[in-house]
């Protein structure tokens, strides 16, 4: 099993140009989630989404739209990037009554 | 609202014991949970525990749960050099799905 894989592994963008960030997981997970980690910052969740067909935000969802394309897949969409974006993105899944989240390796996004 | 608290920093000897702790502020937390991270890498789940229990244990690890005190520690007995990483302590408020709430993590550096 690959668990949670995420794609790119890096990404350089310029300021206003759009990206999107890509997350699958082959567990039958029903709940997946993108974080950002910021050093000093810790893990902050931008979106998640419960189940297929449903996604909320999370604490830090400006500047940022999510699609939960099927049960295995959610993406994350920068419409118009903005240096305050540079980040590492997580993607994580989880499915279980214990609700542990298994997590991607990340993508290292720099908006110059 | 929640916060979870570490301390940022720890340095210990390999063969030593280690000790890393965390403290919560809601006591409607049902899981907490253990994350491990290497440099460039993702998070990965070393344990949890369920917050009607006080302690559980996995090989080298010991999970000390004080609910009274909302206080959470991860003992790794005789710490290796590769145990050195970022340790992240994190909550969840209910079984099924809920979203988790992290701490900033506790550096962890084992010295040979």
């Known amino acids: 099993n690959a668990g949670v894989t995420q794609t790119p592994k890096f990404q350089v963008l310029k300021t206003g140009q759009s990206m999107t960030l890509q997350c699958a997981q082959d567990m039958n997970h029903n709940s997946m989630y993108w974080y950002r980690q910021d050093p000093g910052m810790g893990l902050r969740l931008i979106y998640y989404?419960?189940?297929?067909?449903?996604?909320d935000k999370g604490e830090v969802p400006n500047g940022y739209n999510v699609s939960r394309l099927n049960k295995r897949e959610f993406s994350l969409r920068l419409e118009s990037a903005a240096p305050s974006q540079t980040s590492v993105y997580f993607c994580?899944?989880?499915?279980?009554?214990?609700?542990?989240?298994?997590f991607g390796p990340g993508t290292r996004l720099t908006v110059t | 609202g929640e916060d979870v608290e570490q301390s940022l920093f720890l340095s210990v000897r390999e063969g030593d014991s280690s000790v890393i702790n965390c403290t919560y502020t809601d006591s409607s937390s049902t899981y907490l949970y253990w994350y491990k991270q290497e440099p460039g890498a993702g998070l990965q789940l070393l344990t949890y525990i369920f917050s009607n229990m006080d302690m559980k244990q996995d090989q080298r690890l010991t999970v000390l749960l004080n609910k009274k005190d909302k206080h959470l520690s991860l003992r790794i007995a005789d710490t290796q050099t590769g145990d050195s990483a970022i340790y992240f302590c994190?909550?969840?408020?209910?079984?099924?799905?809920?979203?988790?709430?992290f701490g900033k993590g506790t550096m962890l550096l084992v010295s040979p």
């Open positions: 989404s419960a189940s297929e067909g449903t996604t």
């Open positions: 994580a899944s989880s499915g279980l009554a214990a609700n542990e989240q298994y």
């Open positions: 994190a909550e969840s408020m209910f079984s099924g799905y809920s979203t988790l709430t």
